[in-house]
């Protein structure tokens, strides 16, 4: 074959068009390849096209890991997404955008257990729940509702997980053999297992002091001495904040300033508890107080348990954001999706990484075949030490920090 000559059935090289992005505009780029023929047996050969997220597809990968960040980042729809392009100019069916994006998903899918794995090796666990419309035409009401767990290892990895239904065997499953572990959550009689397999679950004194708040702004004056106790308890990890302490450091200041304080909360539950109709707003936030109480306390034996389990609930928020706006998840793999591109965007937040920049890059290196084997040198942490185009979020600063303590 070493005789070749170009085939093209009008003379001209043939074109494979892409839809790519740049900014906020729409680009058309062409690839140019040859095809060429043997003079001896016509054998047709062409160079091979490179890698793509979706085969063959009209979109580019630049486009569609863009309309991934949109969707999960920014929370915007693919519908939404469409009719933007439209009013550029650029006519892009939503199912052909939507389908783009699940390839994106399926492509990161090993990214996302590799982060699993990351967070089921960490000492210490934040875990919330919540739920999940699935779109499902073989449902009687065609739609229903699924769950979605969040653990976060060591305030460093974040996991979000799907499932059915929000049954505790699949957190179990998660969680592996290593159940006896330090877990901080809110009230909730899923993760009791934990307890009973010898772990701990350190309480949430966000949650108890939620139902004052709610008391309060129906009218209970009584309500607000609790708020006032609660709020001195959180200004005692706020200094700890500001002044940079270490683990070690917060639990010295604790068990020097808490304890006397936690006294005079349990002493003013205990005055009240009898008197206060347990039906009433306040009577209901009484009783979560001392039902949690025994979790409530546990803050004072480690330096790196938080207050509260707010990191948990923030990363929550993303998926309830865009809950608002796409309404549902097409069947349980859509729901899945969803939960692979969080895990990702949440993992990079919490590592102070961009996340636009860390997906850009990482596709491009799974694209080009990047062995399973090393897909720890992927992961957020160390991909932002070695690739340049990845770059660190601002870190926030003391007073920053001691605001979000604040209560």
């Not at 059915?164 to 053999?177: C, M, S, V, W, Y």
């Not at 207050?307 to 349980?332: I, M």
């Given at each position: 074959?070493?005789?070749?000559?170009?085939?093209?059935?009008?003379?001209?090289?043939?074109?494979?068009?892409?839809?790519?992005?740049?900014?906020?505009?729409?680009?058309?780029?062409?690839?140019?390849?040859?095809?060429?023929?043997?003079?001896?047996?016509?054998?047709?050969?062409?160079?091979?096209?490179?890698?793509?997220?979706?085969?063959?597809?009209?979109?580019?990968?630049?486009?569609?890991?863009?309309?991934?960040?949109?969707?999960?980042?920014?929370?915007?729809?693919?519908?939404?997404?469409?009719?933007?392009?439209?009013?550029?100019?650029?006519?892009?069916?939503?199912?052909?955008?939507?389908?783009?994006?699940?390839?994106?998903?399926?492509?990161?899918?090993?990214?996302?257990?590799?982060?699993h794995g990351e967070t089921r090796r960490c000492e210490l666990l934040s875990a919330d729940a919540t739920g999940l419309p699935i779109l499902d035409p073989e449902h009687p009401e065609h739609?229903?509702?699924?769950?979605?767990?969040?653990?976060?290892?060591?305030?460093?990895?974040?996991?979000?997980?799907?499932?059915?239904?929000?049954?505790?065997?699949?957190?179990?499953?998660?969680?592996?053999?290593?159940?006896?572990?330090?877990?901080?959550?809110?009230?909730?009689?899923?993760?009791?297992?934990?307890?009973?397999?010898?772990?701990?679950?350190?309480?949430?004194?966000?949650?108890?002091?939620?139902?004052?708040?709610?008391?309060?702004?129906?009218?209970?004056?009584?309500?607000?001495?609790?708020?006032?106790?609660?709020?001195?308890?959180?200004?005692?990890?706020?200094?700890?904040?500001?002044?940079?302490?270490?683990?070690?450091?917060?639990?010295?200041?604790?068990?020097?300033?808490?304890?006397?304080?936690?006294?005079?909360?349990?002493?003013?539950?205990?005055?009240?508890?009898?008197?206060?109709?347990?039906?009433?707003?306040?009577?209901?936030?009484?009783?979560?107080?001392?039902?949690?109480?025994?979790?409530?306390?546990?803050?004072?034996?480690?330096?790196?348990?938080?207050?509260?389990?707010?990191?948990?609930?923030?990363?929550?928020?993303?998926?309830?954001?865009?809950?608002?706006?796409?309404?549902?998840?097409?069947?349980?793999?859509?729901?899945?999706?969803?939960?692979?591109?969080?895990?990702?965007?949440?993992?990079?937040?919490?590592?102070?990484?961009?996340?636009?920049?860390?997906?850009?890059?990482?596709?491009?290196?799974?694209?080009?075949?990047?062995?399973?084997?090393?897909?720890?040198?992927?992961?957020?942490?160390?991909?932002?030490?070695?690739?340049?185009?990845?770059?660190?979020?601002?870190?926030?600063?003391?007073?920053?920090?001691?605001?979000?303590?604040?209560?």
């Amino acid at each position: 074959m070493s005789d070749l000559r170009a085939r093209d059935e009008d003379g001209r090289l043939p074109k494979v068009r892409e839809a790519g992005a740049e900014a906020s505009r729409g680009v058309h780029r062409g690839a140019a390849r040859r095809a060429l023929a043997c003079s001896h047996d016509d054998t047709i050969v062409s160079a091979p096209t490179p890698p793509e997220i979706v085969e063959r597809g009209a979109l580019g990968t630049v486009f569609i890991t863009e309309a991934g960040c949109d969707k999960f980042l920014e929370h915007l729809p693919i519908e939404r997404q469409a009719r933007r392009w439209l009013r550029s100019r650029v006519h892009i069916s939503p199912r052909t955008l939507g389908r783009a994006v699940c390839g994106l998903a399926d492509l990161c899918e090993p990214i996302a257990r590799a982060i699993h794995g990351e967070t089921r090796r960490c000492e210490l666990l934040s875990a919330d729940a919540t739920g999940l419309p699935i779109l499902d035409p073989e449902h009687p009401e065609h739609i229903r509702t699924g769950a979605v767990w969040v653990c976060i290892g060591d305030a460093r990895w974040v996991s979000f997980m799907y499932v059915p239904d929000g049954g505790a065997e699949h957190i179990k499953t998660f969680l592996g053999d290593e159940r006896g572990r330090i877990v901080r959550c809110d009230g909730t009689s899923t993760l009791n297992f934990i307890e009973r397999n010898g772990g701990k679950r350190p309480g949430c004194w966000a949650h108890a002091r939620r139902r004052f708040v709610f008391a309060a702004r129906g009218g209970d004056t009584l309500a607000l001495d609790a708020l006032r106790l609660i709020a001195r308890l959180f200004a005692i990890d706020a200094e700890s904040a500001k002044a940079s302490e270490d683990a070690a450091g917060r639990k010295l200041r604790r068990c020097t300033h808490a304890p006397a304080l936690l006294d005079e909360i349990r002493a003013w539950l205990d005055n009240h508890r009898g008197l206060i109709p347990p039906k009433t707003p306040l009577g209901k936030a009484l009783g979560y107080l001392h039902r949690q109480w025994p979790r409530l306390l546990l803050f004072l034996e480690d330096g790196r348990i938080e207050l509260t389990n707010n990191h948990a609930e923030r990363e929550l928020r993303r998926l309830v954001l865009g809950r608002k706006n796409w309404l549902f998840a097409s069947k349980d793999i859509g729901g899945q999706r969803a939960a692979t591109m969080l895990t990702i965007f949440g993992s990079c937040i919490a590592q102070g990484v961009r996340p636009r920049e860390y997906l850009h890059e990482l596709v491009k290196r799974l694209l080009a075949g990047w062995p399973q084997a090393k897909l720890r040198e992927l992961l957020p942490d160390r991909l932002v030490l070695t690739a340049p185009t990845v770059s660190a979020l601002p870190a926030p600063t003391n007073d920053q920090l001691a605001a979000s303590l604040a209560g």
